[in-house]
């Protein structure tokens, strides 16, 4: 009898893990390196959570000195900052046109810092970063 789910060693310990940001424990051509200490707690990331297109979902996350960033999970506005005449409006967003950090975002809609925007007032460029403030900023590029 089998599992009925495949089971893949290296995805079961991503599920499993934590997600480390410490040093490695390797130099950069491959020597060893004895560290004095351990890992820490503090040294610990979160899972990503990509922000999308779609009704406003917003996550609260406490952060190192009990401090909080609030994390957008999808987000259907921005404010969007004209350079002409310096006035920010509140628009909606349409889609994703084009982003740099990843080619496949644009079809997935995924919004980050340098994304441009399609919005009501035209494309603009994300210049917050959505999963670390929870809004969406961007100055208008065209009409």
């Known amino acids: 009898m089998g599992v009925p789910y495949p089971l893949n060693i290296t ?7 934590a997600l480390w ?41 406490r952060t190192m000195g009990d ?10 506005v921005a404010y969007v900052v004209d350079p002409n005449n310096k006035k920010t409006t509140k628009t909606e967003i349409v889609s994703v046109v084009e982003n740099k950090a ?18 009501k007032l035209g494309k603009a460029q994300v210049t917050s970063r959505p999963g670390q403030s929870g809004t969406i900023n961007a100055v208008l590029i065209s009409k």
């Open 102 to 119: 990843n080619i496949h975002y644009v079809r997935r809609n995924i919004i980050n810092k340098g994304a441009i925007i399609e919005t």
């Open 21 to 61: 940001q410490g040093e490695s424990r390797r130099s950069k051509t491959g020597r060893r390196i004895r560290y004095a200490r351990g890992k820490r707690k503090f040294e610990i990331g979160r899972e990503r959570h990509l922000t999308t297109i779609g009704a406003t979902t917003l996550k609260k996350v």
């Open 11 to 17: 995805s079961l310990f991503r599920l499993l893990m």
């Open 67 to 76: 401090n909080r960033k609030t994390r957008a999970k999808t987000i259907d």
